[in-house]
């Protein structure tokens, strides 16, 4: 038996639960297969605990969210498709990455509207990513910046050393021991600047860092930024435009070792120097002490053997200078005592005694020597002594 449906001012009136069939019938019969659709992961939504994933789907237009959709990922169909999408990306499934689904459009009266994903294609991302890759080092060569950072000298002995990476990161342990426990000695300077080293939210923590840095510049000799290892994906934050220009327009020279042996980032690509691993840029660092070391070594034998040679060259000259000094000095010591006994003889020829012995007198008044006869006066008392005795008289 039928009932009557209730009216409201002669329209009939439905349930919400009959408004949510009608449609679940209507998309039912509209969308019966499944669509391979592209989108954007704003929020993953994993529940360990249930193994269900609920991806918020989003498609932007510029920095604008143009559509957004809930998915669905049932636990069995999750763990397959994140094991083979691990398997040729390298990383699980995570926020902020484009992906290309083939999913089933579902409307369920108690949960709304979804889309039940059945597969993600790992190569679309990987595919994004190199387009994405591209797009950035296009830009930073139409702009000129591209190879700014490399054209910069990294100081003869880079021993500040301003470090952004993660403390408890094993690429930021192998960096510091591999570095500070050198074979020769060689000691630095090294700070710890902490940034996020993967996904969207590195590309923030690491420019606000290079900021930090650039603001105490006159303080370090050159940056490093060193990770451990990963897959390509979870690396794309090292194609950002952003992060790549700032690497590329740094006044000071920066030394990556990001962990990834496939494919160059667009950051490895403008940094000054790249190397895989921490490890290898610690080696970079060391080789320019060692250079360096090398260098003075070279100078310091060439030195030695310039000396050498001097020496060899001048050797016999020089013994045979120093057979002359003997004979040299004999003479000049005879010559001077020549000299001395002319002129001791002058000296007593020039005696009083031998003066006085030829005929001469010296007449002397108050103690002094008349040299002249038109100061004397009358009654001036002299006393003049000749070779033999003395006498005294009174000018008249």
């Given at each position: 038996?039928?009932?009557?449906?209730?009216?409201?001012?002669?329209?009939?009136?439905?349930?919400?639960?009959e408004?949510?069939?009608?449609?679940?019938?209507?998309?039912?019969?509209?969308?019966?297969?499944?669509?391979?659709?592209?989108?954007?992961i704003?929020?993953?939504?994993?529940?360990?605990?249930?193994?269900?994933?609920?991806?918020?789907?989003?498609?932007?237009?510029?920095?604008?969210?143009?559509?957004?959709?809930?998915?669905?990922?049932?636990?069995?169909?999750?763990?397959?498709?994140?094991?083979?999408?691990?398997?040729?990306?390298?990383?699980?499934?995570?926020?902020?990455?484009k992906?290309l689904?083939?999913?089933?459009?579902?409307?369920?009266?108690?949960?709304?509207?979804a889309?039940?994903?059945?597969?993600?294609?790992?190569?679309?991302?990987?595919?994004?990513?190199?387009?994405?890759?591209?797009?950035?080092?296009?830009r930073?060569?139409?702009?000129?910046?591209y190879?700014?950072?490399?054209?910069?000298?990294?100081?003869?002995?880079?021993?500040?050393?301003?470090?952004?990476?993660?403390?408890?990161?094993?690429?930021?342990?192998?960096?510091?021991?591999t570095?500070?426990?050198?074979?020769?000695?060689?000691?630095?300077?090294?700070?710890?600047?902490?940034?996020?080293?993967?996904?969207?939210?590195?590309?923030?923590?690491?420019?606000?860092?290079?900021?930090?840095?650039?603001?105490?510049?006159?303080?370090?000799?050159?940056?490093?930024?060193?990770?451990?290892?990963?897959?390509?994906?979870?690396?794309?934050?090292?194609?950002?435009?952003?992060?790549?220009?700032?690497?590329?327009?740094?006044?000071?020279?920066?030394?990556?070792?990001?962990?990834?042996?496939?494919?160059?980032?667009?950051?490895?690509?403008?940094?000054?120097?790249?190397?895989?691993?921490?490890?290898?840029?610690?080696?970079?660092?060391?080789?320019?002490?060692?250079?360096?070391?090398?260098?003075?070594?070279?100078?310091?034998?060439?030195?030695?053997?310039?000396?050498?040679?001097?020496?060899s060259?001048?050797?016999?000259?020089?013994?045979?200078?120093?057979?002359?000094?003997?004979?040299?000095a004999?003479?000049?010591?005879?010559?001077?005592?020549?000299t001395?006994?002319?002129?001791?003889?002058?000296?007593?020829?020039?005696?009083?005694?031998?003066?006085?012995?030829?005929?001469?007198?010296i007449?002397?008044?108050?103690?002094?020597?008349?040299?002249?006869?038109?100061?004397?006066?009358?009654?001036?008392?002299?006393?003049?002594?000749?070779?033999?005795?003395?006498?005294?008289?009174?000018?008249?």
């Open positions: 038996m039928s009932t009557s449906r209730e009216t409201f001012n002669n329209h009939p009136i439905y349930s919400l639960s408004i949510a069939m009608s449609l679940h019938n209507v998309i039912e019969r509209t969308y019966p297969q499944a669509y391979f659709v592209k989108a954007e704003l929020r993953l939504n994993f529940y360990p605990h249930s193994g269900h994933c609920y991806p918020e789907l989003i498609e932007k237009e510029g920095s604008a969210i143009k559509a957004e959709l809930r998915g669905v990922i049932w636990s069995s169909q999750f763990r397959q498709i994140n094991e083979r999408f691990m398997r040729i990306t390298g990383e699980p499934l995570r926020e902020n990455i992906i689904c083939l999913a089933k459009i579902e409307f369920s009266p108690k949960h709304g509207l889309l039940h994903i059945q597969d993600i294609e790992p190569s679309f991302t990987l595919g994004e990513i190199m387009k994405n890759r591209a797009e950035a080092i296009e930073l060569k139409k702009e000129g910046v190879d700014l950072n490399r054209r910069l000298s990294l100081p003869l002995l880079p021993k500040r050393i301003a470090v952004i990476s993660v403390e408890t990161s094993k690429g930021y342990s192998d960096f510091i021991t570095l500070t426990q050198n074979a020769a000695g060689y000691c630095f300077e090294t700070e710890l600047f902490p940034s996020i080293l993967q996904g969207e939210k590195a590309i923030t923590g690491i420019t606000s860092q290079l900021d930090a840095i650039e603001a105490r510049r006159a303080e370090f000799d050159c940056v490093v930024i060193v990770r451990g290892g990963g897959g390509d994906v979870g690396l794309s934050c090292y194609d950002d435009y952003q992060m790549a220009r700032r690497v590329a327009t740094f006044p000071l020279p920066v030394l990556t070792g990001i962990g990834h042996s496939t494919n160059l980032s667009v950051v490895d690509l403008v940094a000054h120097t790249h190397k895989i691993t921490p490890t290898d840029v610690a080696f970079t660092i060391l080789q320019a002490f060692e250079n360096f070391d090398n260098r003075v070594e070279e100078c310091r034998a060439h030195i030695m053997d310039k000396a050498q040679r001097i020496l060259e001048h050797g016999e000259s020089l013994a045979k200078f120093t057979e002359k000094i003997p004979n040299a004999s003479r000049i010591l005879h010559d001077s005592m020549q001395l006994s002319f002129i001791e003889g002058k000296i007593k020829l020039l005696h009083p005694d031998n003066i006085l012995k030829r005929g001469f007198s007449t002397v008044m108050d103690g002094r020597t008349v040299t002249d006869g038109t100061v004397l006066k009358k009654g001036d008392h002299l006393r003049t002594r000749f070779y033999n005795g003395e006498v005294e008289s009174t000018v008249e």
